[in-house]
Structure formats: structure tokens, C-alpha cells
């Protein structure tokens, strides 16, 4: 790609630039979906910024065979003094090209981020599908400014067809649990432990205890903890408690998560209440 002249996007102190390298012709709404991702999730990180308006705009500078080459334009107004703004734009941009390099390697790695919904996994399911849908492409993100006339690439970040295939893995597999969760939700249900463990829980991962919620299941299940408070809640009355954790009650809302219609874990989501239970309960 040729070297942008230091006016010809004077309003943005900085380019964002997406490059894909194809091998084959890209399906148009593919193609669009590549570059409409990247704006959504730049508008969601603007728009967490009280001194900007969430507003980016696309801006195609070169087609090429062989690859295709685009500039996202951050058009954003500020309350902020020139110098300033065009400081903490040049900032955002980095820190945009990091984060989504962090989530797509997530992603390709077989892990969901933890604040990941469903808008977030369509949106990274449209970045990657072009690349995925091509044998033998990649796709480069970089965040540039531009001193003198000259281009400085201040963050980058590359996948490959191969990152995008175990994206999309990921996201697949992420919208099957969703979905067969999404019906298993139970509010303020009555749980005691039949096994505790003292030892944090890896996060989103069975903890060692087991619990029975008779409402919902006549048997004990493992747990999962949602939430980083739900833990602490309940870790709190097997560490520091004076009575025994069996002898306590939960109020508390959890999912069932099933595997092939099979209950398989409670996840809990929220500990409402701590009660402690008669002799005879």
C-alpha cells in the first residue's frame, strides 16, 4: 500500500487499517461484514469515553489484486483542546488494535472472554468470515500515524485462515451452550453444599464442591461460579464462618448447564441469602 499524504484525512490524527491478503474472491457481504465489525467495536470502546461521540467512518483508499486495503477513520468529536484529543485518539487506536488482537487470539485459542454476549460473538464471527471462508488468507490490523509524510505503524496484529477456522470453532460452540442454557435459569432456589473445597475456583471452570438444589434436581451437581461475588459469598462462609458449611442454606440464582439434555453443573449466578439450618432440617 502506498504511503497516505499527512492531509488527506485531516480530521483523525490516526488510521486504523485493515489489509486482506485473499486468495480468492471475497463474498461481498463478507467483505462488508470485515469492515462493519470493526466499526461496532470501536464505536463500543468510544462510546465507554465520556469526552468522545462513538461516530467512525470507513473510509476504502486502495482495491488490488490479490488483496484488498481500507482505512477506518476514526471521525470523532471532542470536548477535549486539539493537542489533547488527538493524543488520546492516537491512544485509542492502540489500544483498540491490542484488544481486538487479545480477543481474536482468545477466541482461537477456544476461550470466550468472559464479558462476551451474543452481539459480541456475531460481531467477531463477521471479522474473521472472510478469511475463514478463503484456504490461504490472512488479515492484518494496524494502527498508524503520520509525521513528515511518513507512515508510523504504532500497533499490529495478524491472523490467518487457520485463527479464523478456530474462531469460528469457538463462536459455534459458544452459541450451542448459549442455547441450551438459555431455558435452564432458576431465581432465588434453596442450595446446599454435600461437598466444599477451600481452594478459589479456576475461572469458568467446576469448582470442587457439590451442591443439591431438590427444587430443580434430586441429585447433587458440581458448581461453576458466574460471578467473582457469588465465590467470594460463598467461600467466605467455608473459610471464615463459624458454623459448618453443611449446615448452612443458599438462596440463591443458577443455571443448569446440560450435555445432551443431561444435567451436568449448577452455575451460580447470584447468592441472595445465608441461612443457617435447624437440627433437624
Not at 478469511?131 to 505503524?153: H, M, Q, Y
Not at 435452564?184 to 477451600?198: G, H, L, N, Q, W
Not at 475461572?203 to 438444589?213: M, P, Q
Amino acid at each position: 500500500m502506498d504511503n497516505l499524504k499527512s492531509d488527506d484525512h485531516s480530521a483523525s490524527p490516526v488510521i486504523l487499517t485493515l489489509t486482506l491478503n485473499n486468495s480468492q474472491p471475497i463474498e461481498l457481504g463478507a467483505f462488508v461484514n470485515a469492515f462493519l465489525s470493526l466499526a461496532k467495536e470501536y464505536q463500543n470502546q468510544i462510546s465507554k469515553n465520556p469526552d468522545f461521540e462513538n461516530e467512525a467512518t470507513i473510509y476504502v483508499k486502495e482495491v488490488r489484486s490479490g488483496s484488498i486495503v481500507a482505512d477506518l477513520v476514526p471521525v470523532i468529536a471532542t470536548t477535549l483542546p486539539l493537542i489533547a484529543a488527538h493524543a488520546e485518539q492516537v491512544w485509542q487506536s492502540v489500544e483498540f488494535v491490542k484488544k481486538w488482537a487479545d480477543r481474536i487470539d482468545s477466541l482461537a485459542s477456544g476461550k470466550v472472554p468472559s464479558s462476551f454476549g451474543r452481539s459480541d460473538l456475531k460481531t467477531f464471527a463477521s471479522a474473521v468470515e472472510a478469511i475463514a471462508r478463503d484456504p490461504n488468507a490472512s488479515a492484518v490490523l494496524e494502527a498508524a500515524t503520520f509525521e513528515d509524510g511518513k507512515r508510523n505503524v504504532r500497533a499490529a496484529f495478524k491472523f490467518s485462515t487457520r485463527d479464523a477456522r478456530a474462531v469460528e470453532k469457538t463462536i459455534d460452540a459458544e452459541f450451542i451452550r448459549l442455547d441450551s442454557e438459555k431455558d435452564a435459569r432458576y431465581e432465588r432456589v434453596f442450595m446446599t453444599f454435600t461437598r466444599s473445597d477451600i481452594k478459589d475456583a479456576p475461572e469458568g471452570k467446576r469448582s470442587g464442591e457439590r451442591a443439591l438444589i431438590p427444587e430443580i434436581l434430586d441429585r447433587d451437581l458440581p458448581i461453576i461460579y458466574a460471578s467473582a461475588l457469588a465465590e467470594q459469598r460463598v467461600k467466605h462462609e467455608i473459610r471464615e464462618a463459624d458454623d459448618n458449611i453443611f449446615k448452612k442454606g443458599f438462596v440463591v440464582d443458577v443455571l443448569v448447564v446440560t450435555r445432551n439434555a443431561r444435567p451436568m453443573v449448577f452455575k451460580i449466578f447470584e447468592v441472595h441469602d445465608v441461612v443457617d439450618l435447624s437440627d433437624d432440617e
